[in-house]
């Protein structure tokens, strides 16, 4: 009896020292995270989401800000960070599309952990006279250096309004910050961004006030204009905006914002280990900030979004019993996409070596849509 009961203290004990080493190694002690700027809802999101790993696991997290797609994207493409906090740029570099569309860049494959629906229109100043998106005729409209996610969404919710970029005054700020609280300074009249920013709290208590333009489902030509700029976006009614009274609802278009990103590379455990512990730590971060309540993995864990889930995290969301067949179906066809794509690259690429960098762009985004025309 005596042995029986150290035989089975032993084997006890190792167990307990398996699971202890299994836990632990759920997630790693240091992760670095890139994110849009300080002030953003990005790095907001991300900090509550890190603070909420810290104290649960320990982990220590180094958030990475940028204001431009590029300087988000370098490092984890470099790896030298684990997951980047991204906006529509996630899309446009799985494309090869707009500031992608370069011999430098062209399409690369990336993976989405989760992403959170999200709002966005044209946010103007309250005195600027925007009331519709037709109004921004003329109007300085406020761009991002090196953001084709900001400035591609602007120029299709411009689209929504029968407008173009040769109809506004087009003012581009070196970053996503200043850009964002140039309407306060007077700056320019309105831009295109998730309206839960620091700095539109600040447009909306500053003497300019602050106006959302609507985006109304039922108007069939705006939204045709605005999604043969940008394919990726729908009608949203959001009630979680700087400046919006409480019961009020602003008319907007929906997508993903932040998109939880990382690479291919990056091991399915690695990741099941991340969005096991994005959903563990829910009750954690989820009042960080007015929105963080739709992290949710229902909601987070669900397509469309701008690029296929890593299956990592599929395998966590089967287990969890929120991925169905029709997800499968389309991360299955995302991913075909996005194939077709980067192997495409290579040989454009080098049949068109001697063209001018526009040039280039242009051919590119004309075989791009030719490989996508092309695919069922």
Known sequence: MKTRFKLGAAVGGLMALCGAGVSAQELPNTMVWTSYDVGSAGYAEASAIADAFGKEFGTRVRIQPSGSGIGRLQPLLQGRADYAFLATEAFFLSEGAFDFATPEWGPRELRAVAGRPAGITLIAAGDAGIETVADARGKRIAFVAGNPSVN???EAILAFGGL???DVEVVTFPTYASAMSSMTRNESDATCTTPTTSQLYELAESPRGIHYAPLEADNAEGWEGLLKVLPIMGPSDEDVAAGLEEGEIAKMAAYRYPVITTTVEKSADDVYAFIKALDETY??????????TRWTLEKSGKPAIDVPFHEGAVRYLKEKGIWTEE???WNEKRTQRMNALVEAWD???????GLSEEDFAEAWMA??????????
């Open 164 to 166: 173009t970029l040769d």
């Open 347 to 353: 040989s454009f690429k080098s049949e068109n070596e």
């Open 367 to 376: 075989r791009r849509a030719e490989i996508v025309a092309g695919l069922n």
């Open 283 to 292: 009750d954690l971060y989820k009042d960080g900030t007015a929105t963080m």
């Open 327 to 329: 997800d499968d179906a």
């Open 152 to 154: 591609v969404k602007c």
